[in-house]
């Protein structure tokens, strides 16, 4: 693995890989090195065959408080294109194993899409949510107006983004935006179990379910549920699938073999 400068990367257990942001004096903003980090590191933890499930968190005060708004500020039309920082985002859509954000704090702009793109999202009773790029003079340019609206809806995504408001961790549950709430003191171990379970299941059967579900936001519901059934079907050439139903006859627990 690389040496990072923006971000850390730890192992807790084995199975889980994880992402700290980690530029406390800017809220981990997200700096177009921080993002190139910050893409590497996961897409190192996704193609080990030994980690199972990915986490992505910041600190306490902040998960992250937006694109880096010091280097963006001066830049053109131009400057903006030949970065294209943001497309650089497209590869954590595309990651294969499942990826969990612990979101405690700021998570405003490219810091709640970076959350989004998560699979599934822990907040801590601190977390707070936002577009605010509006007051910036501009707007979301990493999913916010797309992906905000499929999870929050219309009239909802249209406040937080018209008016950059944030909302709270609590109302961000209330939305669907994330799986649940939790003490601050708790927000990471909550993420690290989520994750231990999910690692402790069928590895193919979880790639595939991964990949169904997201599926769902870029088809008809006729092709998707195609999808689902082919994806389905496959499973039975696996051994895990065997093994899963072989181990529920003579009732005992499966052993996984990612095969
Ligand atoms: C660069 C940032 C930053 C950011 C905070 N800082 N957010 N630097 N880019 N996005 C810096 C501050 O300048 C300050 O540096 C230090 O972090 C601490 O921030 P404070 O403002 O002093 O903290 P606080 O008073 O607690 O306020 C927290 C805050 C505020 C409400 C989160 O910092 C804030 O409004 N930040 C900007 C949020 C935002 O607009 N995000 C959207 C960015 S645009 P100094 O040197 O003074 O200590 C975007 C576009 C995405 O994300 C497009 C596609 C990805």
């Not at 998960?63 to 903006?80: H, L, Q, V, W, Y």
């Not at 905000?148 to 009239?155: D, F, M, N, Q």
């Given at each position: 693995?690389?040496?990072?400068?923006?971000?850390?990367?730890y192992?807790?257990?084995?199975?889980?890989?994880?992402?700290?942001?980690?530029?406390?004096?800017v809220?981990?903003?997200?700096?177009?090195?921080?993002?190139i980090?910050?893409?590497?590191?996961?897409?190192?933890?996704?193609?080990?065959?030994?980690?199972?499930?990915?986490?992505?968190?910041?600190?306490?005060?902040?998960?992250?408080?937006?694109?880096?708004?010091?280097?963006?500020?001066?830049?053109?039309?131009?400057?903006?294109?030949?970065?294209?920082?943001?497309?650089?985002?497209?590869?954590?859509?595309?990651?294969?194993?499942?990826?969990?954000?612990?979101?405690?704090?700021?998570?405003?702009?490219?810091?709640?899409?970076?959350?989004?793109?998560?699979?599934?999202?822990?907040?801590?009773?601190?977390?707070?949510?936002?577009?605010?790029?509006?007051?910036?003079?501009?707007?979301?340019?990493?999913?916010?107006?797309?992906?905000?609206?499929?999870?929050?809806?219309?009239?909802?995504?249209?406040?937080?983004?018209?008016?950059?408001?944030?909302?709270?961790?609590?109302?961000?549950?209330?939305?669907?935006?994330?799986?649940?709430?939790?003490?601050?003191?708790?927000?990471?171990?909550?993420?690290?179990?989520?994750?231990?379970?999910?690692?402790?299941?069928?590895?193919?059967?979880?790639?595939?379910?991964?990949?169904?579900?997201?599926?769902?936001?870029?088809?008809?519901l006729?092709?998707?549920?195609?999808?689902?059934?082919?994806?389905?079907?496959?499973?039975?050439?696996?051994?895990?699938?065997?093994?899963?139903?072989?181990?529920?006859?003579?009732?005992?627990?499966?052993?996984?073999n990612?095969?």
């Amino acid at each position: 693995m690389n040496t990072y400068t923006c971000i850390k990367t730890y192992i807790p257990k084995p199975g889980i890989g994880i992402v700290q942001l980690h530029r406390p004096e800017v809220l981990n903003a997200l700096s177009l090195q921080t993002m190139i980090e910050i893409v590497d590191a996961l897409q190192y933890f996704d193609n080990q065959s030994d980690i199972r499930c990915m986490i992505i968190h910041g600190s306490d005060k902040a998960f992250a408080a937006g694109a880096d708004i010091t280097e963006m500020s001066d830049a053109g039309t131009i400057d903006m294109l030949e970065r294209d920082q943001f497309s650089r985002w497209e590869k954590i859509r595309l990651l294969k194993k499942p990826l969990i954000g612990a979101i405690s704090g700021y998570a405003l702009g490219g810091g709640c899409e970076l959350a989004m793109h998560c699979d599934m999202l822990i907040a801590s009773e601190t977390a707070q949510f936002g577009q605010p790029e509006i007051n910036l003079g501009v707007m979301p340019g990493a999913g916010g107006t797309q992906r905000l609206t499929r999870i929050v809806g219309k009239a909802q995504a249209m406040e937080m983004a018209l008016t950059g408001r944030m909302i709270s961790a609590y109302e961000a549950w209330r939305l669907g935006l994330v799986n649940r709430v939790v003490p601050v003191s708790g927000y990471l171990q909550e993420a690290i179990a989520l994750a231990t379970e999910i690692a402790s299941k069928a590895p193919i059967a979880i790639r595939l379910i991964k990949e169904s579900v997201l599926k769902s936001y870029s088809t008809t519901l006729e092709a998707g549920l195609e999808f689902e059934r082919k994806n389905f079907y496959m499973l039975f050439a696996s051994e895990d699938q065997k093994e899963g139903m072989k181990a529920f006859i003579e009732k005992r627990k499966p052993t996984w073999n990612n095969s």
